[in-house]
């Protein structure tokens, strides 16, 4: 099957500080992307979905100044927290849909463990 | 709006033994659902999937049928293997559109 990458898979950084996460699409092209965050022992929340080229669109109680989101190739997306603070450590995933594959179908990446200190 | 209830665990079984995972849902139409299944250290990955009332979903062993009456989407499976050990999320799909809504996922552990 299509591979999804992210990294980094760990990032601890000071409060404050702001902390990008890359996701990539490797064998296919992704015109879609998602970014999700789970909180342990919870469910997935998905937080935008990113399409290449254009603005990503935020779940609602998603701040989109705090959690950019740039898609700017199809093999792309990356998701930057800014001034990130304790509250902001979590899991964050993000899936790939391949177009080829038809809408049911997403990849998802191993996922990026944030913690902020 | 959509959502996905699925039973709570940790769950923990002998090798061989019969594994159901319930899973219900609520959505305003006729939503496709997947089970997926993240291995420790890996990305979730799709295990099987149901696009409408009474399909089957099977693989690995697995399977889970599509019962609208009932709006239920049980993950079963015969005999589980060490394998098996993973993290198990109940997911759906509304017709239109690409966004999965995800149950809070129920850990397996199976013994040998």
């Known amino acids: 099957g299509a591979v999804v990458s992210q990294h980094p898979s760990w990032v601890i950084c000071k409060s404050g500080t702001s902390v990008k996460i890359e996701c990539r699409s490797l064998?296919?092209?992704?015109?879609?992307m998602f970014w999700y965050r789970q909180f342990p022992k919870q469910s997935l929340m998905l937080m935008a979905t990113s399409n290449e080229g254009s603005k990503a669109t935020y779940e609602q109680g998603v701040e989109k100044d705090k959690f950019l989101i740039n898609h700017a190739s199809l093999t792309l997306s990356t998701l930057t927290v800014t001034s990130a603070h304790p509250e902001d450590s979590s899991f964050y995933i993000c899936?790939?849909?391949?177009?080829?594959?038809?809408?049911?179908?997403?990849?998802f990446g191993p996922g990026t463990r944030l913690l902020v200190l | 709006g959509d959502s996905v209830t699925q039973m709570e665990g940790p769950v923990t079984l002998s090798e061989e033994a019969f594994l159901t995972i319930n899973c219900t849902y609520t959505?305003?139409?006729?939503?496709?659902l997947f089970w997926y299944v993240q291995y420790p250290g890996e990305g979730l990955q799709l295990l099987l999937k149901a696009t409408k009332a009474d399909d089957k979903g099977s693989n690995k062993g697995f399977e889970a049928t599509y019962r609208k009456e009932t709006t239920s989407f049980h993950l079963e499976k015969g005999s589980v293997q060490v394998s098996d050990s993973a993290v198990y999320f109940c997911a759906l799909k509304e017709t239109s559109g690409s966004r999965l809504t995800f149950g809070e996922g129920t850990q397996l552990t199976v013994n040998p």
């Open positions: 899936s790939a849909r391949d177009p080829g594959a038809g809408t049911e179908t997403q990849y």
């Open positions: 959505a305003t139409g006729y939503p496709s």
């Open positions: 064998d296919f092209q992704a015109t879609t």
